[in-house]
């Protein structure tokens, strides 16, 4: 399957992408070199997506039925720590999910179709926006604002896929049905009174001492409301209160996630939590206000969509394609996957690192021979679900 000539093309790419990684919804420099290399290949697009920089370029062919292949370009804030020689060029920006490897190859895909014969229409959808709503007052991903101005109207399938640094390149993984979870990120402030710590603590509410019930608390929801053999989390993962050690804080700020891997108890985990956070804000006398900040539904891959792309997949990967349990990771590829038959696979990346660090990690590398795999692949599937 491999094109060398392609493949040189392809890591060049990939390591100007990784140098140049941009907060989601910010993706300007991302966008406007992804324009330039669609415009060499010669292939007609759209932009303006999502809020700007998103991308939608077609192949059309003919008449028949329309597959649309997918995406991320967005990066994460994280300094960069990997040592490698094309590291981000932008401080507290890094590509550690990946989404630079993700970018190369559906233009590398691109590059494969672009000769090809077939009927019906390919779209190419460069999304921005994967990792959250970043600001966005709506509190919508770009995955949720890409449904919502219709690019997926006309569309049968949707194919994905994403880096995984903990297997062999050549491999391919998969789940059916519920693959990734429900997902939702919070913030909880909570509004108390501020006192001397020693002389008067009676006049005060402290926010430490309600935020701390309420991190019990909310720790105990999945023991006890989820069945054991069912999948749930909730993490706070930020505390902030307090700015002198002999004064009570007045303000604290909690966020925190929940997931669950299907509606329902993604809505019981949801419920309880505010049942929680009205309680202990009876009990202490305390304003608590709950913000959900961005939420994604779970992923749900098509049966009959992996039936048709699975001869496919053994040809290009020599290591097989083997199914994998469930994750509760999250993407917004499932605002596509609940509009129309989708799935979305995990590709072998690991480096010479042998599986030390996962995405989101500052020192995680990815192994760039997963990328000619990945277009391959990619680029074939297409035209299967176009037959």
Same mark, same amino acid.
């Given at each position: 399957?491999?094109?060398?000539?392609?493949?040189?093309?392809?890591?060049?790419?990939?390591?100007?992408?990784?140098?140049?990684?941009?907060?989601?919804?910010?993706?300007?420099?991302?966008?406007?070199?992804?324009?330039?290399?669609?415009?060499?290949?010669?292939?007609?697009?759209?932009?303006?997506?999502?809020?700007?920089?998103?991308?939608?370029?077609?192949?059309?062919?003919?008449?028949?039925?329309?597959?649309?292949?997918?995406?991320?370009?967005?990066?994460?804030?994280?300094?960069?720590?990997?040592?490698?020689?094309?590291?981000?060029?932008?401080?507290?920006?890094?590509?550690?999910?990946?989404?630079?490897?993700?970018?190369?190859?559906?233009?590398?895909?691109?590059?494969?179709?672009?000769?090809?014969?077939?009927?019906?229409?390919?779209?190419?959808?460069?999304?921005?926006?994967?990792?959250?709503?970043?600001?966005?007052?709506?509190?919508?991903?770009?995955?949720?604002?890409?449904?919502?101005?219709?690019?997926?109207?006309?569309?049968?399938?949707?194919?994905?896929?994403?880096?995984?640094?903990?297997?062999?390149?050549?491999?391919?993984?998969?789940?059916?049905?519920?693959?990734?979870?429900? @997902?939702?990120?919070?913030?909880?402030?909570?509004?108390?009174?501020?006192? +001397? $710590? /020693?002389? !008067? *603590?009676?006049?005060?509410? #402290?926010?430490?001492?309600?935020?701390?019930?309420?991190?019990?608390?909310?720790?105990?929801?999945?023991?006890?409301?989820? @069945?054991?053999?069912?999948?749930?989390?909730?993490?706070?993962?930020?505390? +902030? $209160? /307090?700015? !002198? *050690?002999?004064?009570?804080? #007045?303000?604290?700020?909690?966020?925190?996630?929940?997931?669950?891997?299907?509606?329902?108890?993604?809505?019981?985990?949801?419920?309880?939590?505010?049942?929680?956070?009205?309680?202990?804000?009876?009990?202490?006398?305390?304003?608590?206000?709950?913000?959900?900040?961005?939420?994604?539904?779970?992923?749900?891959?098509?049966?009959?969509?992996?039936?048709?792309?699975?001869?496919?997949?053994?040809?290009?990967?020599?290591?097989?394609?083997?199914?994998?349990?469930?994750?509760?990771?999250?993407?917004?590829?499932?605002?596509?996957?609940?509009?129309?038959?989708?799935?979305?696979?995990?590709?072998?990346?690991?480096?010479?690192?042998?599986?030390?660090?996962?995405?989101?990690?500052?020192?995680?590398?990815?192994?760039?021979?997963?990328?000619?795999?990945?277009?391959?692949?990619?680029?074939?599937?297409?035209?299967?679900?176009?037959?």
């Amino acid at each position: 399957m491999e094109n060398f000539s392609i493949k040189e093309n392809l890591i060049k790419i990939r390591r100007h992408l990784h140098q140049i990684p941009e907060l989601g919804y910010q993706e300007f420099e991302t966008s406007k070199f992804i324009c330039e290399k669609l415009e060499e290949i010669g292939i007609p697009f759209k932009k303006g997506f999502a809020k700007g920089t998103g991308i939608v370029a077609e192949l059309k062919k003919g008449e028949g039925k329309t597959v649309l292949l997918r995406a991320d370009i967005d990066a994460l804030p994280m300094q960069e720590i990997s040592g490698l020689e094309f590291s981000s060029k932008n401080d507290g920006v890094m590509h550690a999910c990946g989404h630079d490897i993700h970018t190369t190859i559906l233009l590398g895909a691109i590059m494969n179709l672009k000769e090809k014969d077939f009927e019906g229409t390919i779209k190419f959808v460069f999304q921005p926006s994967e990792e959250g709503a970043n600001g966005d007052l709506e509190k919508k991903s770009g995955g949720q604002r890409i449904v919502e101005e219709g690019v997926l109207d006309d569309v049968d399938f949707a194919v994905g896929l994403h880096v995984n640094p903990l297997a062999p390149v050549r491999m391919l993984n998969y789940t059916l049905g519920n693959a990734l979870a429900c @997902a939702g990120n919070f913030t909880i402030e909570i509004f108390g009174k501020s006192s +001397h $710590a /020693g002389a !008067a *603590p009676q006049l005060a509410k #402290d926010v430490v001492l309600v935020g701390s019930a309420l991190v019990q608390n909310l720790h105990s929801i999945i023991s006890r409301n989820i @069945a054991p053999l069912e999948a749930g989390v909730v993490s706070i993962a930020e505390f +902030h $209160a /307090g700015t !002198a *050690p002999n004064v009570i804080a #007045d303000y604290a700020r909690l966020t925190g996630t929940l997931r669950a891997m299907n509606d329902e108890n993604f809505e019981k985990i949801n419920n309880r939590i505010q049942q929680i956070i009205k309680g202990i804000s009876e009990a202490y006398d305390t304003e608590i206000k709950f913000t959900m900040d961005s939420y994604y539904p779970s992923v749900i891959n098509s049966s009959e969509v992996h039936q048709r792309l699975e001869n496919i997949a053994k040809n290009v990967f020599p290591m097989g394609v083997h199914p994998i349990e469930p994750t509760l990771g999250a993407e917004d590829f499932s605002f596509y996957s609940r509009k129309v038959p989708s799935m979305f696979y995990f590709i072998g990346a690991m480096s010479e690192q042998k599986g030390e660090f996962f995405i989101h990690h500052p020192k995680v590398i990815f192994n760039e021979e997963c990328m000619t795999f990945g277009s391959g692949f990619l680029a074939e599937s297409a035209l299967e679900l176009l037959r």
